[in-house]
C-alpha cells in the first residue's frame, strides 16, 4: 500500500523518535520549542503514544508528569507552565490560577482550563504494551483519570449530556469556526494591552485573527476576575458550546477507563453510567441537516452548521452510526489528503488557517482508528495513506494545507512525530 524503501520509512521512524527526544524537557515534552514551550494537556498525552513505542517507561512518565498537574478539584488543566518562558504569550501571570477555586496547594502554575481528555485512552495503550510490567503505574494512574472524568460531568456537562468548552483553547481547536456564533456575542472591551507572541514565531496566515485573539484574552481575563470559580462561570460565561472534541474523545476516554477499571479489578457502575450519559449527549449533537455531529451554541440553543474533523470522531467515541460516512466521503473527495478541519466547500474554508480547513495527524489518528475498528477499513486505510504521504513528503509539521500539503504552523512537532510512531508508519504493519 505504501510506495516506500524499507530505507526510507526507517529514516522517518528515526526522524519521529529525535523529534519526541528533541522536545523532550526531562518528565515532560512541549509541542515545540518556541511556539509552544510547556506541556499541554492533550499533546502530552499523544507523546506519551510515539514514546511508548520505543521507550515505555518515558510513555508512562510523560502521563505521569501530566497528571500530577491535576488540580485538587480533578481538572487537568489544558497548560502547565513547568518554567517560563517570556517567548509564549498568555503566560501563568496572565491566567492568575495561583488563588484559583479548586485548584489546591502546590501544584504547578497553569492555565484555568481544560483540553480534550485523551490521557486514559493513552494510558491503556502504555498497558498494552507493557502488561505485567506496567500494572502498577496504571493502578497508580486509575484514581487520577478517574476524577478527571468526573470533574467533567460535574462542570461540563449539558442537559442532555454532551459537553461543553468554555473556551476555544478548550477544544483544542483554537479557531475553528464552530466557535464563531458564541464568539460573536462577546464585546471584548476592558482587554488589556498584550502582545501575540504565536505570530513572532509563525506566519500570521496560519494563526487565529486578531478579533479571536482579543476574545482569547477576554475570556481568560472573565475566568480570572472569578478566580476560575466553576460555579460562577457555569451561570456567567457567554461561552458555552457544546462541542463533538469534547463528547467524543471523552466517551473514548471513559470506555478505555472502563477497560482499565476491569483489569485492576475495580467497580465499573460508574463509569458504565457515564457512557450512557455521553450516549444520549452525542445524539444531541447529531445535526440532520448537515448530515454529520455538529457543535452547539448552548446560549441559543442553535447548531453551528460546521462539518469538521471532530465530527468525524464518533467512530474512536465507539459509535457504531453510519449516518456520517457519506459526508466523511464527500471531504476526503475535495482534498488530496483528508482529513480537513473544516468542509472544503463551505466559503470559511481556509486551508492554511489552523482549525478552519489544515489537516492534522491527530485528529486523522483518532478518525481511522475509529473507523478501523467500525470496520470501515477503506476509508480508514485511505486516511492513513493519506496521512503517510503528507508527512513523508512534507515533514513533521503541527498541521497542513489538505489541498497540496505545505507545511504549516510549528515544525519538529510532537504529536505529528507520535502519530507517526504510535499509528501510521508502515514499519507497524510489518511488526504485526
Ligand atoms: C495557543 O497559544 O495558541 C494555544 O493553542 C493555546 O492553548
Known amino acids: 500500500m505504501f510506495d516506500m524503501t524499507e530505507d526510507r520509512i526507517k529514516r522517518l521512524d528515526a526522524e519521529a523518535r529525535r523529534i519526541l527526544q528533541l522536545n523532550d524537557r526531562a518528565g515532560y515534552t512541549v509541542p515545540t520549542s518556541g511556539l509552544y514551550p510547556y506541556q499541554w494537556n492533550w499533546d502530552s498525552a499523544f507523546a506519551a503514544l510515539g514514546f511508548a513505542q520505543f521507550d515505555i517507561d518515558r510513555g508512562w512518565s510523560e502521563l505521569e508528569t ?106 483544542g481547536r483554537d479557531n475553528a469556526p464552530d466557535w464563531d ?17 504565536d505570530t513572532g514565531h509563525v506566519n500570521p496566515a496560519m494563526r487565529p485573527t486578531k478579533d479571536d485573539y482579543d476574545r482569547y484574552i477576554w475570556l481568560v481575563q472573565f475566568g480570572r476576575d472569578r478566580k476560575w470559580d466553576q460555579e460562577k462561570l457555569a451561570a456567567e460565561n457567554p461561552f458555552r458550546v457544546a462541542d463533538p472534541t469534547m463528547t467524543f474523545t471523552l466517551m473514548r476516554a471513559c470506555r478505555d477507563l ?27 449533537l447529531w445535526n440532520e441537516e448537515t448530515g454529520a455531529y455538529d457543535s452547539r451554541n448552548e ?34 473527495d475535495q482534498v488530496r489528503y483528508g482529513v480537513p478541519s473544516f468542509d472544503p466547500e463551505h466559503e470559511k474554508f481556509d486551508g492554511l488557517r489552523y482549525w478552519r480547513g489544515p489537516v492534522w495527524g491527530i485528529m486523522n489518528m483518532m478518525i481511522a482508528t475509529g473507523l478501523k475498528e467500525a470496520g470501515h477499513t477503506v476509508e480508514a486505510e485511505r486516511i492513513r495513506a493519506a496521512t503517510v504521504a503528507l508527512i513523508s513528503e512534507n515533514g513533521f509539521a503541527e498541521y497542513f494545507d489538505p489541498q497540496d500539503g505545505t507545511p504549516a504552523g510549528g515544525g519538529t512537532f510532537t504529536w505529528t512525530a507520535a502519530i507517526w510512531l504510535g499509528w501510521a508508519t508502515p514499519s507497524l504493519e510489518e511488526a504485526e
Not at 474533523?309 to 466521503?329: E, H, I, K, P, Q
Request: net charge negative; proline share 6%; charged share 20%.
Open 66 to 171: 501530566l497528571m500530577a498537574g491535576q488540580w485538587e478539584n480533578g481538572m487537568v488543566p489544558h497548560i502547565q507552565f513547568h518554567v517560563d518562558d517570556p517567548g509564549y504569550f498568555p503566560g501563568a501571570g496572565i491566567w492568575g490560577t495561583d488563588d484559583a477555586i479548586g485548584k489546591g496547594p502546590g501544584r504547578v502554575p497553569s492555565s484555568g482550563i481544560s483540553q480534550p481528555p485523551v490521557a486514559a485512552s493513552f494510558a491503556l495503550r502504555c498497558y498494552q504494551l507493557d502488561e505485567g510490567a506496567g500494572l502498577e503505574r496504571l493502578r497508580a494512574l486509575y484514581p487520577r483519570l478517574a476524577a478527571f472524568h468526573r470533574w467533567f460531568f460535574a462542570h461540563r456537562q449539558t442537559a442532555d449530556g454532551a459537553m461543553v468548552v468554555t473556551h476555544p483553547w478548550e477544544a
Open 181 to 197: 456564533s458564541a464568539m460573536a456575542g462577546i464585546t471584548p472591551e476592558g482587554v488589556q494591552p498584550y502582545t501575540r507572541r
Open 258 to 284: 472502563k477497560i482499565i477499571a476491569e483489569v485492576l479489578g475495580e467497580d465499573q457502575a460508574e463509569i458504565s453510567g457515564w457512557i450512557e450519559r455521553l450516549e444520549s449527549g452525542a445524539a444531541s
Open 299 to 332: 446560549a441559543t440553543g442553535e447548531f453551528n452548521h460546521c462539518v469538521t474533523n471532530a465530527s468525524f470522531l464518533c467512530w474512536w467515541a465507539g459509535l457504531r452510526d453510519d449516518r456520517s460516512l457519506t459526508v466523511l466521503n464527500r471531504v476526503l
